[in-house]
């Protein structure tokens, strides 16, 4: 509705016609409320005990349908009883700054009026919980931030039995802080559950269970201790029906959760072999400073976090895209040096390259440590990697797992461009079937094996840049998962992305899967056992082409 | 009966048929040549024959009862099938002599070792070399050498893969005179060759072997005037 | 050697003559015998004493890896997991022996509040078994692991990174608690060996002489497994398995007997290592440790006893001093020492003397 000027009076005159009946319908809630009988409630204040905690109460009963400007009214009252700046006099209530001042505001009218006589109505224990309950009802209600209201909700909590269902309703309808909400509706729920009145007990079971999670699970569990679960049939199956349909909810999203969480760790597995696979394809090295490699790309996205911080304060959120090419080149550069330096001279050694690139990773740990330190980097996470949206029962999508997905995933495509796209790429695949028939076409197969370390050291830095919002960044992160990755390679099969792939999932879902059955070692017993026995039949890997010796 | 019958072997790698539905028999005391173009599958054949390469389906049969398919390499070998590789394939980190022994394989006692090592030493002409270290040796040594390993074990199947390939017309001579010397009744013995002039001077017959399938089988001679095979040669 | 010592070693036959005519095993084997000889006469302080016989430990188990990487082509990137079996099976004797003589239970045991030593460590407080128990729990992990290795040809630097795997598996088991060996603090205060008290002046001698006597047996009888018949089918093995295996070899088998062999050896090298220096923990089961096991064969010198030996004698003497002196230096010397002998001297620091023509196979291993 760019500019409604350029359309139709017609429209315009429908349109406000909306407006009007949705601010009447919207509106109309207060304005209908019951107005309180201030007087009758100052009195009230005023009167004996009794009379105070009749005053009280009746403001926490009828607070879901007062207005705002009687809300406030009856909360500098009642602030005013439970500070002793209220005097009584027979003339009407009078309301102090302080308390004993000589002059003070008349409760109703709001006129300055000397008064002679102080009294201050004095609080018993009773009348000033009824009192703390009455207040902390309004501060729910109108509390001008989200921590005086929480304050206020944890007063009505302690007596949450007297407190109406349709307080608590407005409260959540009005209330803006998510979380605040959140535990407003909570509390409603768990109130109702408990609710004298079963017909509104069982409208509460259906209202949990609608909304299925393990919390709801729980307290459905704890009404099966009720008198009433004996006692009312009626009651009895709302309650099963209503903790069965939670319990299949739940389930469902445990293994949704498993699913997710499994998939996010095949994803963090596939960055961290892909690497590993062409170069091992490639080559016949296997790299033990991949892990270290990982790490160096998690600090390289440090620093350009810190970059930001320094240079461009205002688009800091953006500093992890940032990194994405920054920390591919510089630990491409890294592994090309590695690789002219050093693995140049060991490809006919595979073995000595294993000791050579363990020596590099040794290097690179005790190299960041003694230069950075070797406690845990602190990031800022920007809004696009913190917290998720519930999905389904306890199952969270949450941004930073979505975020390794999605990066993998992308890494994948594009990995897989570049070795089936590019010039470069069919120059690999030449080199990983054939050495010797590709230099004798004469592919500068050094040069290549060069590039390709390059390429599969750079996918190990945007694995850093990926874990950096899930892991914490140390300098000896890359020895956590490297075993794994290792594995990975092994089941997947001698430079195949396609076997990496299907391998980093079944290992990562094989991880995830059985973890929660029987702890994470066993877990990653099962997971080696297999591979063994896997290898038993499939001595090279899922995806290698039987090659003649 | 026959030294070894190959019936209907298929072998694939991957989508590529090296193999397709191959069969031969070869007699005890008959020297076969098998030739062919490259990638003919000649080299997968005895890769086959001697337990490396596991076939997708057909037999092998040694002497009508054992089907080497369903053997180890180690268990082919002790059957009495010798195999020499295309590459010569001995232990650079070995003398001469401890070569030999190694080619006499597990089962002959110690005892018989040293007649059987210096017999062999005699035969391939590699007596003066016999401390030396076999990674030290010259190409066409090698190539001898392992002639001499697999013969260390009086082989009853005797597969050599192209061994005068790289070799001076000496050398070749020389080994074809070897070879000649290796017949016997009691042994067969199957050549791969790509030396036309070699492979007339040494074999009773020949398999003409073409994209995984036989071609031709029969004489040498036989082989010059057939028009197919003249096709797969070029005129050769 | 001279004809003289030539004509003393005759009776012992061929192998034996041979296996003694390498100069650098023969040496070694003469100089640790001497040292253990001096160390009964006229021990130095203990802190010598007990470094002396560390080292001796880890250069058997630099041996036992050399037998597989050099003789055979196997790298283990996991042989930390069989010096670990015999150092926890040791420490299993000590503690049950300890608690049996003085009647007090191991501190790990009270703090999981149990009330006794569990049902497998029955009989552990006698030594012999646990010796055996130990050798035979290596060899057995080792038998069950190869087989499943050698038998679907797993080799190279596959079989390197799965021997990694195993040791990592391994880690991440000990390290829990209610497992019966300690949990991450693992096994120490030993009390007692047999009956003396652990850390008597007496006791550590004696230690570090059994230490280097085993040393000298080991390089003695691993030099006569080289030299003989068995060890040409292993150079063999390492330089062309498939030509072995069509000569009618069964290399399954010879591969395996090896490596189980190898692995007992470092069971034996773990059994001497515990009591030396008090405490057993999970972090020897660290892959950087087993990798770092063939760092010292590859800087003394693969597919040469002597070699290794000194390797693992001179990484580790400069570990016990550098670690100690510049604790933060000491990482980047060990890298730059790997780099350095990798790339210049590939036959490690026994090319510097060139005790022999390069072998060939180093330029042809695949």
Redesign the interface.
């Known amino acids: 509705m760019a500019d409604p000027g350029r359309r139709s009076p017609k429209v315009l005159l429908a349109l406000s016609a909306l407006l009007t009946f949705w601010c009447l319908a919207v509106c109309a809630v207060p304005a209908s409320a019951a107005p309180l009988d201030r007087a009758r409630f100052t009195a009230d204040l005023c009167g004996d005990a009794a009379g105070q905690v009749r005053g009280a109460e009746s403001l926490v009963q009828a607070g879901g349908d007062l207005a705002a400007d009687d809300l406030a009214y009856a909360g500098r009252l009642l602030g005013a009883l439970a500070e002793r700046r209220l005097a009584c006099p027979a003339e009407g209530a009078v309301l102090f700054d302080r308390p004993g001042a000589p002059e003070g505001r008349d409760a109703l009218t709001g006129a300055v009026r000397p008064v002679a006589e102080t009294r201050a109505p004095v609080l018993g224990l009773r009348q000033r919980a009824a009192v703390e309950t009455a207040r902390g009802t309004v501060a729910l209600l109108t509390g001008p931030d989200p921590a005086s209201r929480a304050a206020g909700l944890s007063v009505l909590e302690r007596r949450i039995a007297t407190v109406p269902a349709a307080l608590l309703d407005r409260a959540r309808d009005a209330e803006t802080d998510a979380s605040l909400k959140g535990t407003i509706a909570g509390l409603a729920q768990a109130a109702a559950l408990s609710s004298p009145d079963p017909a509104r007990r069982r409208a509460a079971i259906a209202a949990v269970a609608a909304s299925p999670s393990g919390t709801a699970a729980a307290r459905l569990e704890a009404l099966k201790g009720d008198p009433a679960y004996a006692s009312d049939p009626a009651f009895r199956a709302a309650l099963d029906a209503g903790l069965a349909q939670v319990g299949r909810a739940v389930a469902v999203g445990n293994a949704l959760a498993i699913l997710y969480n499994g998939l996010s760790f095949a994803s963090i597995l596939f960055m961290a072999a892909a690497g590993l696979a062409i170069i091992f394809g490639l080559m016949g090295v296997i790299n033990l400073a991949q892990g270290e490699f990982i790490m160096l790309g998690a600090y390289a996205t440090y620093g350009v976090q810190e970059a930001f911080r320094r240079f461009a304060p205002a688009q800091l959120d953006l500093y992890l895209f940032a990194a994405i090419p920054v920390a591919f080149l510089a630990v491409a550069l890294v592994g090309i040096a590695v690789e002219a330096l050093i693995l140049r001279h060991l490809y006919k050694r595979p073995l000595m390259s294993l000791l050579a690139t363990w020596a590099v990773s040794l290097f690179l740990v005790n190299l960041v440590r003694v230069g950075v330190g070797t406690q845990n980097l602190q990031f800022t996470m920007p809004a696009y990697v913190s917290g998720g949206i519930p999905l389904y029962a306890d199952f969270v999508i949450t941004w930073n797992r979505l975020f390794a997905i999605g990066f993998a995933a992308a890494t994948l495509a594009l990995t897989l461009l570049i070795l089936r796209r590019t010039p470069l790429g069919l120059d690999i695949r030449a080199v990983t079937q054939n050495r010797d028939m590709a230099a004798c076409l004469g592919l500068p197969t050094r040069r290549i094996d060069r590039l390709a370390f390059g390429l599969g050291s750079g996918l190990a830095g945007l694995a850093g840049v990926a874990l950096c919002p899930i892991y914490s960044v140390n300098p000896g992160m890359g020895s956590g998962f490297i075993v794994d990755s290792f594995m990975v390679v092994v089941l997947g099969g001698v430079g195949s992305l396609a076997g990496t792939l299907v391998a980093a999932l079944g290992v990562g879902g094989a991880n995830v899967l059985i973890e929660p059955i029987s702890g994470a070692v066993a877990a990653k017993v099962i997971v080696l056992v297999g591979i063994i026995l896997f290898l038993q039949r499939r001595p090279e890997g899922l995806f290698a082409v039987r090659r003649r010796r | 009966m026959s030294a070894l019958v190959v019936e209907a072997l298929t072998v694939a790698f991957g989508r590529f048929t090296a193999l397709d539905a191959v069969s031969l028999a070869v007699d005890p005391g008959e020297v076969r040549a098998v030739i062919g173009p490259n990638g003919a599958g000649k080299t997968t054949l005895l890769d086959v024959i001697s337990g490396i390469t596991k076939p997708v389906s057909g037999r092998v049969m040694l002497g009508d009862t054992l089907d080497l398919t369903k053997c180890s390499e180690a268990e082919i070998a002790r059957a009495g099938v010798r195999r020499k590789f295309q590459k010569p394939s001995v232990f650079p980190a070995l003398t001469v002599r401890e070569n030999l022994e190694i080619g006499c394989g597990p089962a002959l006692s110690p005892g018989e070792r040293p007649a059987r090592i210096a017999s062999v030493l005699g035969e391939t002409g590699l007596a003066p070399r016999a401390q030396a270290l076999a990674g030290s040796l010259a190409h066409g040594e090698k190539q001898w050498l392992e002639i001499g390993m697999v013969l260390a074990a009086e082989p009853a199947l005797l597969l050599l893969d192209e061994p005068v390939a790289g070799l001076s017309d000496a050398e070749t001579a020389h080994t074809a005179a070897l070879i000649r010397g290796l017949r016997r009744p009691d042994r067969a013995v199957v050549v791969i060759e790509h030396d036309m002039g070699f492979v007339e001077a040494i074999a009773d017959r020949v398999t003409v072997l073409h994209e995984g399938r036989t071609l031709y089988e029969g004489s040498m001679h036989g082989a010059r005037g057939d028009a197919r095979v003249i096709e797969v040669f070029l005129g050769r | 050697m001279s004809g003289a010592v030539q004509t003393a070693l005759a009776p012992l036959g061929g192998p034996a003559r041979r296996a003694l005519r390498d100069p650098l095993v023969a040496g070694l084997v003469g100089l640790c015998l001497a040292a253990a000889a001096a160390l009964l006469v006229a021990p130095p302080a203990p802190f010598l004493v007990n470094v002396l016989g560390q080292l001796a430990a880890f250069a058997i188990l630099a041996v036992a890896l050399d037998l597989v ?1 050099g003789y055979l ?1 196997i ?1 283990s ?1 996991g042989h930390g997991l069989f010096f670990a079996i015999g150092g926890y099976v040791c420490a299993m004797h000590l503690l049950a022996h300890g608690a049996a003589v003085t009647g007090v239970l191991p501190d790990f045991v009270q703090f999981m509040g149990w009330k006794s030593l569990p049902a497998y460590w029955f009989g552990l407080d006698h030594a012999p078994y646990a010796f055996v128990l130990a050798l035979a729990v290596a060899g057995l992990v080792a038998f069950v ?1 190869g087989l ?2 050698f ?4 080799n ?3 079989f ?3 021997s ?3 040791v ?2 391994a880690m ?2 000990m ?2 608690n209610d497992t019966g060996l300690g949990g991450n603090n693992g096994m120490t205060g030993f009390p007692l060996l047999f009956g003396w008290p652990m850390g008597s002046p007496g006791v550590v001698t004696g230690l570090a002489v059994a230490a280097l006597v085993t040393l000298a047996a080991v390089l003695t009888g691993t030099r006569l497994l080289v030299g003989s ?1 068995i060890g ?2 292993m ?2 093995c ?3 398995e ?10 399954t088998r010879l591969k395996l007997g090896i490596w189980c062999l190898s692995a007992m050896i470092a069971a034996l090298a773990g059994i001497l290592y515990v009591p030396q220096v008090g405490i057993i923990n999970p972090r020897v089961l660290a ?2 440790l087993s ?1 770092e096991i ?2 010292w064969v ?1 800087i003394g010198g693969l597919g040469r006893l002597g070699g290794a030996v000194i390797g693992a004698v001179l990484v580790n003497g400069l570990k016990f001093w550098l670690s100690a002196a510049m604790p ?1 230096a000491w ?2 010397i ?3 020492l ?2 350095l002998v ?2 210049v001297l ?1 036959n490690g620091l026994l090319d510097l003397v060139s005790w022999r023509p390069r ?8």
């Not at chain 3, 498939?242 to 000569?247: K, P």
């Not at chain 3, 072998?359 to 695949?366: A, D, E, I, N, Y």
Request: hydrophobic share 45%; net charge positive.
């Open positions: 990487w082509g790298l990137l692991f499943a290795s038998r679907s040809r797993v190279g630097v596959y390197s990174i799965i990694q795997a195993l990592y598996v991440l088991l390290y829990r018949a040409r089918r150079l063999a390492r330089d062309d498939t030509r072995l295996r069509t000569l009618g070899y069964s290399t892959p950087d990798i063939a760092v590859a933060d990482p980047f060990l890298s730059g790997v780099l990798v790339l590939p072998p060939t196979w180093l330029g042809g291993q695949r």
